[in-house]
């Protein structure tokens, strides 16, 4: 069985909207250059290729240029993907600010995800199919986020939550553990929030 969906057939239909496409981009511009982003294109077999934000892509397309990222880079294909994840949050959180409670911070952003978050994106465009999350209350200090998603990029996820922490300015006090393997559809995240 094949770690990433990058190598896995019943992926190739699998589309992914653009703007992910063009935030991935911005990251790869940012942590190194646009040259960077170009030759990770041709590398990757997608040379004169342009994304659009409201295009919809292949999600083969994201996983090429972020293998040939971690071949190039020597970093691992899942520590990029968290990097990317952090990278996305002011993004995110700009694009949605009006499904977001101004009172809320990680505790409660990670608690509605799925309601508010996910929900927004699928209502502003039906094309997009973000992961499913399912957050459950271990007390008040701790929280399992249940990660599905076929494309099996929990390290988005994970990264997305360390990057949540960060825009709250609460690193310090929210310690993310992955407590199952990376490479499953399935990935459970354990936020503790320490005092």
Partial sequence: MNKYPMENAANIEDRMHGSIFVLLKRFVETSFNY???????????????????????????LFAIVKTASAETGIPTYTLMEQFGEFLVPDLLLVYHKFIDPEWRTYEML?????????????????????MLLVTKKGNSQLIVDYYSKRR????????????????????????TRISAIEEERVQIQVDFVK
């Fill in 35 to 61: 040259s960077t982003w170009l030759r990770l294109l041709k590398d990757a077999g997608l040379e004169g290729t342009a994304y659009e934000m409201n295009g919809m892509y292949p999600t083969r397309e």
């Fill in 111 to 131: 608690l509605n995800t799925e309601a508010s978050m996910h929900g927004a994106v699928k209502s502003q465009d039906s094309r997009t199919n973000p992961p």
């Fill in 153 to 176: 990029m929990a390290g988005v996820a994970v990264g997305i939550i360390r990057g949540i922490a960060a825009y709250y300015q609460e690193s310090d006090q929210v310690k993310v």
